[in-house]
């Protein structure tokens, strides 16, 4: 997988601002409800640094989006119903080193967004997220290696071809305990509101 896409940090400044002023949140009100604070949230959407995917996984819990989203780009764009892996955008953590690639074409009206990601050796990442407004569903197959991760207090060990379906909203922790780098895909859909 390629290492992060040039100008990626520049459009998750774009999305967070968008995402931001649709749901018409101050800056203030964004780092209530995410426990970022005002000044990261400020850095983040001018495009002043590369935030840590804890970081960018509390705005999306406070902006109600799923981390995947904050790498689409803005809503002007139109994307087709093919994403080329040459175009689809891909972000290495600078805390952990894992690299993550959104392979969902973008600008679709699909609820579902895949992901596949590389994690290092040894790496650790820990979501602290809570409860969300909205469910949101999300699956980990492994490709790949071992993975372990825990959901609340419970540990799933997963290896290559096991797959864990979850529901985002308790601290989640992944973990590479090998020293091999482990490759697993995500799959991730919020819950479609029954119609009426």
């Not at 825990?150 to 071809?161: A, E, S």
Request: contains cysteine; glycine residues 8%.
């Amino acid at each position: 997988m390629k290492e992060t896409s040039p100008g990626l940090d520049a459009r998750i400044a774009g999305r967070v601002r968008e995402l931001r002023a649709a749901r018409a949140l101050s800056l203030d009100a964004l780092a209530a409800r995410s426990g970022v604070s005002r000044s990261m949230i400020s850095v983040i959407e001018r495009g002043r640094g590369s935030a840590t995917a804890v970081v960018l996984e509390k705005l999306a819990a406070g902006l109600d989006v799923t981390l995947a989203a904050l790498f689409d780009p803005p809503s002007a764009s139109t994307g087709g119903p093919v994403a080329r892996r040459a175009e689809q955008p891909a972000w290495r953590d600078p805390a952990s080193g894992y690299l993550r690639r959104n392979v969902s074409p973008s600008g679709t009206s699909h609820p579902m967004q895949l992901v596949e990601v590389e994690f290092p050796p040894r790496a650790r990442v820990a979501f602290e997220s809570g409860p969300r407004d909205q469910r949101v569903y999300q699956q980990v197959w492994v490709l790949d290696g071992t993975i372990d991760v825990t959901v609340g207090d419970t540990r799933h060990r997963l290896r290559t071809g096991d797959c864990l379906a979850m529901q985002l909203g308790a601290p989640t922790m992944f973990h590479n305990p090998t020293r091999r780098t482990a490759r697993y895909a995500v799959v991730t859909a919020p819950e479609i509101p029954a119609r009426r």
